[in-house]
């Protein structure tokens, strides 16, 4: 059996998988996802689905976007804008990301259905933050309430997201 040295190996390997970034991988993803579906840190695949929600007076429309990136972003902010039926518009009442926490241990009669991620970090708080960086290949929840007073009129409101920030020394603005 002939040998062949090792680095020549991961030389090939590097060449048929493609070693680094290349222009078109560098992409800023920004997609909505149902509210009820839980998004991990490493969740890279998104079953996107409408932003729309029905709501009656007196309760609150939720929305959860995805927010994901192949490099690093920084001084990222969230602008959301009031949604506008015409000339009447509903107030957002809150903007904040849906930030984790790890769990170590697990329960003793878990469900069959329980979803576990791999990097053992689970989405839970959402918080308020003005600003937040966001690690390369890493996903970030947003997560928007817009509450419907009782005295709203019935409609069709439509809303503007800006997701606005830095890629290296780059500004972008989706």
Not at 19 to 46: H, M, N, Q, W, Y
Not at 93 to 105: A, F, N, Q, W
Request: glycine letters at 6%; a neutral charge.
């Amino acid at each position: 059996m002939k040998r062949i040295p090792l680095p020549l190996i991961l030389l090939n390997v590097c060449i048929i998988a493609g070693c680094g970034r290349t222009g078109t991988e560098d992409t800023v993803t920004f997609v909505s996802v149902d509210p009820l579906e839980k998004i991990f840190r490493e969740t890279a695949f998104f079953n996107s689905a409408p932003a729309v929600a029905d709501a009656a007076r007196g309760e609150h429309a939720t929305f959860q976007f995805a927010l994901r990136s192949s490099l690093p972003l920084t001084n990222v902010t969230v602008e959301v804008t009031d949604p506008l039926n015409e000339t009447l518009s509903l107030p957002v009442e809150y903007t904040g990301l849906v930030k984790y926490v790890h769990v170590g241990r697990t329960t003793p009669n878990p469900a069959r259905d329980r979803l576990i991620p791999i990097s053992g970090w689970y989405p839970d708080p959402i918080v308020e933050a003005d600003r937040f960086d966001l690690r390369a290949d890493e996903t970030q929840p947003v997560w928007i309430s817009v509450r419907i007073p009782a005295d709203a009129q019935k409609g069709t409101y439509s809303g503007k997201i800006t997701i606005k920030g830095r890629i290296g020394r780059k500004n972008f603005n989706l």
